[in-house]
């Protein structure tokens, strides 16, 4: 069972910068779409950012784009997202998501459709 780990959350100020990690585990398949969801309490979970598993396709949310960046080491089977210019709206839960890319290209995006699931990485940015 493929099981996502992340890490690199914590308390930033405003402006600040974080690079928050998700290392896939126990992968069973060679070909991942992934992707950044957060949720911030009483809020439903929305997407950040997703990836294609050879990395030429990348989405983001509006509210991100600009600021943030998703990347991937695929030798270290590690999903990155760099955050910038953090603001106290990204504050959030995010969750690492993975889904089998079984045609190539052929992504869930930023909709909510992953199979697999992190526990999350709690972000907190104070004014």
């Known amino acids: 069972e493929v099981q996502l780990v992340e890490s690199g959350g914590g308390s930033v100020q405003s402006g600040g910068s974080l690079t928050l990690s998700c290392e896939v585990q126990y992968a069973t398949y060679n070909f991942y779409c992934m992707a950044w969801f957060r949720q911030a309490p009483g809020k439903e979970r929305e997407a950040v950012a997703s990836i294609t598993s050879n990395g030429r396709t990348t989405d983001y949310a509006e509210f991100v784009q600009g600021r943030f960046t998703i990347s991937q080491d695929n030798a270290k089977k590690t999903l990155y997202l760099q955050m910038s210019s953090l603001k106290p709206e990204d504050t959030a839960m995010y969750f690492c998501?993975?889904?089998?890319?079984?045609?190539?290209?052929?992504?869930?995006?930023?909709?909510?459709?992953?199979?697999?699931w992190g526990r999350g990485t709690q972000v907190t940015v104070s004014s």
């Open positions: 998501a993975a889904d089998e890319e079984f045609i190539t290209n052929v992504c869930p995006g930023l909709r909510d459709k992953y199979t697999h």
